[in-house]
């Protein structure tokens, strides 16, 4: 049964990523076809890049980017939960995907975005990203808008026809990160 981590994208103070990666996360649990866990990039505590040999070299050598890199290579696919900034994803997470490569690296992504147009403009930065990883990145995705899944802007509160967004999206993710245990394993 593939691990699946449900990956809270925002460090902002005040932010609604928490509520929606729990909303993700709750409905992902009720499943019984793959192991999820929700991973808030804020307990990693993450400075900006500060290993000094590439991540794609694997020689990591300070305590935060070791315990983060152990933390990725546990799962076999991911589910980001993104919010939108300037037409791209967080800086944090950003920073958190650029610490580590061969952690991510064949395995499956879905995506679950938020933003004044749902969040869309992220995610397509992101799935560049995850090529560049070596992710499959699947082709549904929950893109969440401000102004109709959230009260007052700041509220989560989602219409209900995302909770068929959020099974497909997922169905897609643990279909993926099964299909690629071959490759992981070679």
Do not use: C
């Amino acid at each position: 049964m593939p691990k699946i981590a449900v990956i809270v994208g925002s460090t902002r103070p005040g932010r609604v990523g928490e509520s929606v990666a729990r909303w993700v996360f709750d409905i992902a649990r009720q499943r019984g076809d793959a192991e999820f866990e929700l991973v808030d990039i804020a307990d990693f505590k993450l400075p900006h890049l500060d290993e000094e040999i590439p991540p794609a070299a694997g020689h990591y050598s300070r305590p935060h980017t070791l315990a983060w890199a152990e933390k990725i290579r546990s799962f076999d696919g991911f589910v980001f939960v993104t919010p939108e900034y300037n037409h791209s994803t967080s800086g944090a997470l950003k920073n958190a995907i650029d610490f580590l490569f061969a952690e991510w690296n064949d395995k499956a992504a879905g995506f679950v975005s938020y933003g004044s147009v749902g969040g869309a403009r992220a995610v397509e930065h992101l799935r560049l990203v995850m090529a560049e990883l070596k992710v499959a990145t699947v082709r549904a995705q929950v893109a969440l808008s401000l102004a109709t899944d959230f009260v007052n802007y700041t509220r989560f509160a989602p219409a209900d026809y995302h909770l068929a967004e959020v099974d497909t999206m997922l169905d897609q993710v643990v279909t993926w990160s099964n299909a690629l245990a071959p490759v992981r394993a070679a």
